[in-house]
């Protein structure tokens, strides 16, 4: 942590700091009789009416009194992983939002309000890049009462935890009556190492449009109607992997797996450099046998193919299982993305 007890504590954040990552020690209660302290890391994000308001990179907002305050200071922004490839927030806001498009999408200033007949909170949110073009109030009615006209719940998706994401946003947004639903991470590697997996890809077909097989199994809607496959073919250059119901290991066929629903199913969007992963599920009777490396394997070879050379892909943050698949392939945590909604 930044401070030592050996050292002389200071505060030497003001309210001119908002906007800024800043490490603080305040005094806490605790049962024993010497003083307790807890140190917070996050985004400056408010200082108003004695309290101070932090967002942690995991997007939880933190409210501090500022009485009991010991110590705060600027600090730099937090280090790129270096385990995977350079890369910005601005630029894989952007890769990640053409991989998954809108049927329907609309400018509110440098915003984008997107929809798609309620498939995927991604697909019918806004994403708020740049200066909506009116205040922030006014941009939220706007914005509840263009969902509203489709039926649809209004969401805001947001990102906290890299440089240049928005945790002053979030804080915004709980200001005005906003609460966070769901979080994810988003995550990248170097792509080779991922093509280099140690799998069997016999069994993985590759197409470049979803099949009734595929569909069967994909987990996220109940009819897939066309607003749906929109979205699925979305992106700049699409792959949807296969691996056939009765494949349960090497040497298994690369058909269709006739009415039954695939064993493992993968989606990838090649964009430049860029491969990202989506919708690897596998039929809990098939899962621990390799099919989601065997399909990842498979998809990021393609990738290579083609000109990428990084991968990104998000996952759930409750998603225990996946998250330790990806840990293994060499995915690290780049920021956070959470999707806002009124309370």
């Given at each position: 942590?930044?401070?030592?007890?050996?050292?002389?504590?200071?505060v030497?954040?003001?309210?001119?700091?908002?906007?800024?990552?800043?490490?603080?020690?305040r005094?806490s209660?605790?049962?024993?009789?010497?003083?307790e302290?807890?140190?917070?890391?996050?985004?400056?994000?408010s200082?108003?009416?004695?309290?101070v308001?932090?967002?942690?990179?995991?997007g939880?907002?933190?409210?501090?009194?500022?009485?009991?305050?010991?110590a705060?200071?600027?600090?730099?922004?937090a280090?790129?992983?270096?385990?995977?490839?350079?890369?910005?927030f601005?630029?894989?806001?952007?890769?990640?939002?053409?991989?998954?498009?809108?049927?329907?999408?609309?400018?509110?200033?440098?915003?984008?309000?997107?929809?798609?007949?309620?498939?995927?909170?991604?697909?019918?949110?806004v994403?708020?890049?740049?200066?909506?073009?009116?205040?922030?109030?006014?941009?939220?009615?706007?914005?509840e009462?263009?969902?509203?006209?489709?039926?649809?719940?209004p969401?805001?998706?947001?990102?906290?935890?890299?440089?240049?994401?928005?945790?002053?946003?979030?804080?915004?947004?709980?200001?005005h009556?906003?609460?966070?639903?769901?979080?994810?991470e988003?995550?990248?590697?170097?792509?080779?190492?991922?093509?280099?997996?140690?799998?069997?890809v016999?069994?993985?077909?590759?197409?470049?449009?979803?099949?009734?097989?595929?569909?069967?199994?994909y987990q996220?809607?109940?009819?897939?109607?066309?607003?749906?496959l929109?979205?699925?073919?979305?992106?700049?250059?699409?792959?949807?992997?296969?691996?056939?119901?009765?494949?349960?290991?090497?040497?298994?066929?690369?058909?269709?797996?006739?009415?039954?629903?695939?064993?493992?199913i993968?989606?990838?969007?090649?964009?430049?450099?860029?491969a990202?992963?989506?919708?690897?599920?596998?039929?809990?009777?098939?899962?621990?046998?390799?099919?989601?490396?065997?399909?990842?394997?498979?998809?990021?070879?393609?990738?290579?193919?083609?000109?990428?050379?990084?991968?990104?892909?998000?996952?759930?943050?409750d998603?225990?299982?996946?998250?330790?698949?990806?840990d293994?392939?060499?995915?690290?945590?780049?920021?956070r993305?959470?999707?806002?909604?009124?309370?």
């Open positions: 942590m930044e401070f030592t007890m050996g050292g002389r504590l200071e030497r954040i003001t309210p001119a700091d908002v906007g800024k990552r800043v490490s603080v020690r005094r209660t605790g049962g024993g009789s010497g003083a302290f807890t140190d917070t890391v996050g985004v400056l994000t200082w108003n009416d004695g309290v308001a932090i967002t942690r990179k995991s939880e907002s933190v409210r501090i009194l500022e009485s009991s305050l010991v705060g200071k600027v600090v730099p922004a280090p790129a992983r270096r385990r995977g490839p350079a890369a910005s601005a630029e894989l806001a952007a890769v990640t939002a053409r991989a998954w498009q809108p049927v329907e999408s609309e400018p509110l200033g440098a915003w984008r309000l997107r929809a798609a007949g309620g498939f995927t909170r991604r697909a019918n949110s994403l708020p890049l740049g200066d909506p073009g009116l205040p922030l109030g006014e941009a939220f009615e706007r914005i009462q263009w969902y509203g006209e489709r039926g649809l719940p969401y805001i998706q947001t990102a906290t935890g890299a440089e240049g994401t928005q945790e002053t946003l979030c804080a915004e947004l709980e200001r009556g906003w609460r966070r639903e769901v979080s994810a988003v995550r990248i590697a170097a792509l080779a190492p991922v093509g280099d997996l140690d799998a069997d016999s069994a993985v077909r590759l197409t470049r449009e979803p099949d009734a097989a595929w569909l069967s199994r996220r809607f109940s009819t897939p109607g066309p607003h749906v929109r979205v699925l073919g979305s992106g700049p250059s699409v792959w949807f992997a296969t691996v056939a119901g009765e494949a349960s290991g090497a040497g298994a066929g690369a058909g269709s797996g006739g009415g039954e629903p695939p064993a493992a993968g989606r990838c969007v090649v964009d430049g450099r860029w990202g992963f989506m919708a690897v599920e596998v039929a809990p009777e098939h899962r621990r046998r390799g099919l989601a490396t065997a399909v990842m394997a498979a998809l990021a070879r393609r990738a290579l193919d083609e000109g990428a050379s990084a991968a990104w892909l998000q996952v759930e943050e998603n225990e299982g996946a998250r330790a698949l990806y293994g392939m060499g995915f690290a945590p780049h920021h993305y959470h999707h806002f909604r009124p309370a």
